[in-house]
């Protein structure tokens, strides 16, 4: 069946870059996102990718996406500790949702 | 302005009753959706409705049954809970249908005793 994975944790430190990975099996997709969840709250979308284009940046996002092996990532410069969070990538014409990364970022 | 809301934000309920879950978008979009999000985070489509009308419908136990009375509305319904419907219940929105961006819900935490 159809299937989004990533890794479970990632922990980094403040200032260092942070990249999330995702691999996915939906290839029908126009748009692919990125939703971050904070603590007690809903998911609200940072940043998304049209599947026609392998690199999108976003002040400090930058979205890579290699349709041939279904693996898009998301890399955080200069993380802070507000962007402690979990991150739902989300290739979505099929609402597929994984179990996100978790991640932690120490002073 | 809230965009996406819902009502209660904490519900704590015994075994074998009936609640319902509200949840209205002020944002003119055409599509709603009903998602669980389990103790692990695991997020899975429950319903959606495009212009009032069930689009999808995944393997949900028919006590589950939302309700569009009109396009800014989608409630959920769950009659005899059960202590594995213990979860947070998110309504989310999107315009123009399925895959699109969607706006959620500040959650429903649902504690089945």
């Known amino acids: 069946g159809e299937d989004v994975e990533q890794s479970l944790f990632l922990s980094v430190r403040e200032g260092d870059s942070s990249v999330i990975n995702c691999t996915y099996t939906d290839s029908s997709s126009t748009y692919l996102y990125w939703y971050k969840q904070e603590p007690g709250a809903g998911l609200q979308l940072l940043t998304y990718?049209?599947?026609n284009m392998d690199m999108k940046q976003d002040q400090r996002l930058t979205v890579l996406l290699n349709k041939k092996d279904k693996h898009l990532s998301l890399r955080i410069a200069d993380t802070q500790t507000g962007d402690s969070a979990i991150y739902f990538c989300a290739p979505n014409r099929k609402l597929i949702w994984g179990l996100g990364t978790s991640l932690a970022v120490n002073p | 302005d809230t965009a996406v809301s819902q009502t209660p934000k904490y519900l704590v309920t015994q075994m074998g009753n009936d609640k319902s879950i509200k949840c209205e978008q002020n944002l003119g979009h055409d599509t709603m959706y009903w998602y669980k999000q389990d103790s692990k985070k695991f997020l899975k489509i429950m319903f959606s409705?495009?212009?009032?009308?069930?689009?999808i419908n995944e393997t949900v136990p028919n006590r589950f049954s939302p309700k569009s009375p009109d396009k800014a509305h989608l409630n959920l319904h769950i009659n005899s809970l059960e202590l594995g419907d213990s979860a947070v219940y998110f309504c989310a929105s999107s315009q123009d249908g399925v895959g699109r961006t969607q706006y959620f819900g500040p959650g429903t935490r649902l504690t089945v005793l």
């Open positions: 409705y495009n212009n009032k009308e069930l689009i």
């Open positions: 990718i049209f599947s």
